[in-house]
């Protein structure tokens, strides 16, 4: 009768520990996939890129790729950044003032100088080119889209501005897309 305890307890050990090995290796097979499922260590780098604004020269912009689209950073001039302020904009086709466009710096003011788009046009995904087209902005080759100082689409085909990326300022003078 005692060996027969001793059987049945050696048994219920013998399927505990197969149980629990058993376990550890279904968990050692899907851990590695269930892992790789997960964004790749370029992607999330990718995620977002840093920007310093202290090197773009007043008037000029800077052209950066974040996930695969062109950012433009555009350092306007003051009169480029009064033209955009003052603009009528109830007459254009997406009505967005300059300040809605922009990212308050870290002291929570808007600071005008910098403008921060997308560089897609919004009618079929061309590239604008800037300072042309008959609003001093950006004019898209392809289909005729002219965006204003402000990127906003005043002539063309295109049926929104250009896209805002989310940004946020980290210093007052670098930001991060993304």
């Not at 306007?76 to 009528?88: L, V, Y």
Request: charged share 20%; glycine share 10%; net charge negative.
């Amino acid at each position: 009768m005692q060996n027969e305890q001793v059987e049945e307890g050696r048994r219920d050990f013998i399927y505990l520990a197969t149980g629990a090995v058993a376990a550890a290796g279904v968990a050692s097979v899907t851990w590695p996939l269930v892992a790789q499922m997960g964004k790749a260590a370029d992607t999330r780098a990718a995620g977002s890129i840093e920007i310093d604004l202290a090197g773009i020269a007043e008037g000029s912009q800077l052209k950066m790729l974040w996930r695969g689209k062109p950012v433009f950073v555009r350092h306007r001039t003051p009169e480029e950044i009064a033209e955009a302020e003052n603009a009528d904009v109830s007459r254009y086709p997406d009505p967005q003032t300059d300040t809605e466009r922009l990212v308050p710096t870290p002291s929570g003011e808007v600071n005008p100088k910098y403008l921060v788009m997308i560089g897609v046009c919004t009618h079929f995904g061309c590239v604008p080119v800037g300072e042309q087209g008959d609003y001093g902005g950006w004019y898209c080759p392809c289909h005729g889209s002219h965006y204003d100082t402000s990127g906003r689409i005043r002539k063309g085909p295109a049926p929104t501005n250009l896209a805002i990326p989310p940004y946020e300022y980290i210093s007052d003078t670098v930001i991060r897309v993304g």
